[in-house]
T-cell receptor
């Protein structure tokens, strides 16, 4: 399967714990995005990378959130000191430089904070 | 502040008929628009896009119309098929020439196509 892969698919954690999600994009895609989606809402932009450079961050991305893409391939999204309001589906997407608007999404990582 | 609005949370259409999904936007800087489709337990998938230099783009059964003066776009599906039943998201962005800014998504419209 050469699509966007996200792990883990589901994560249940207690408030205050740290969690990390991983995203493996389509190999020839240079852009990688993180979005968050809650029930009844569309995907909300968090951040994106072009190769290894983080080019834009949403103000939704508080200082408890950090994203990396160290070698311009896979990316991680870490949430420190999780809160119940962090419960959501975290979506990763990638796109090719020739078609930057055509995002290919993974199946998402669902976070539940108890 | 919702810059992309899909005011109809759901739409039900009979198979073979036309489905029309609507989207409004408030940011006049947006000049590139997209539609995504989402099935349960899957990520959204790209469907069709349109640049602001056009007012119509067609791909098979799917046509997107853009009315810049009204800040409105619509997706037409003709004929509708049961497999089209999904949530449809409208998205908008600013075309920066060689690249594209972040996508702003609407809340989605659940389309149900019944036999």
């Amino acid at each position: 399967d050469t699509g966007v892969s996200q792990n883990p698919r589901h994560k249940i954690t207690k408030r205050g714990q740290n969690v990390t999600f991983r995203c493996d994009p389509i190999s020839e895609h240079n852009r990688l995005y993180w979005y968050r989606q809650t029930l009844g809402q569309g995907p909300e932009f968090l951040t994106y990378f072009q190769n290894e450079a983080q080019l834009e961050k949403s103000r939704l991305l508080s200082d408890r959130f950090s994203a990396e893409r160290p070698k311009g391939s896979f990316s991680t999204l870490e949430i420190q000191r999780t809160e119940q309001g962090d419960s959501a589906m975290y979506l990763c997407a990638s796109s090719h430089r020739k078609k930057p608007g055509e995002l290919f999404f993974g199946e998402g990582s669902r976070l539940t904070v108890l | 502040d919702q810059q992309v609005k899909q005011n109809s949370p759901s739409l039900s259409v009979q198979e073979g008929r036309i489905s029309i999904l609507n989207c409004d936007y408030t940011n006049s800087m947006f000049d590139y628009f997209l539609w995504y489709k989402k099935y349960p337990a899957e990520g959204p998938t790209f469907l069709i896009s349109i640049s602001s230099i056009k007012d119509k783009n067609e791909d098979g059964r799917f046509t997107v119309f853009l009315n810049k003066s009204a800040k409105h776009l619509s997706l037409h599906i003709v004929p509708s098929q049961p497999g089209d039943s999904a949530v449809y998201f409208c998205a908008a962005s600013v075309d920066r020439g060689s690249t594209l800014g972040r996508l702003y998504f609407g809340r989605g419209t659940q389309l149900t196509v019944w036999p």
